[in-house]
């Protein structure tokens, strides 16, 4: 809320600070530079 304004903002984390969804995004974002493809990193959210 503090950084972004809203409850829930995914993105990755430019600033250094982000909750575990984003840097979640940043590991997947390395990954694939890494040569991961993105259909190997797959990303599953639960609501409940």
């Known amino acids: 809320?503090?950084?972004y304004g809203v409850e829930d903002y995914w993105t990755i984390p430019v600033?250094?600070?982000g909750g575990?969804?984003?840097y979640a995004l940043l590991k997947r974002q390395?990954?694939?530079r890494a040569g991961w493809p993105a259909s190997a990193l797959l990303m599953t959210v639960v609501l409940g």
């Open 20 to 22: 575990c969804e984003d």
């Open 30 to 32: 390395r990954l694939m």
């Open 15 to 17: 600033s250094g600070r």
């Open 1 to 3: 809320m503090q950084q």
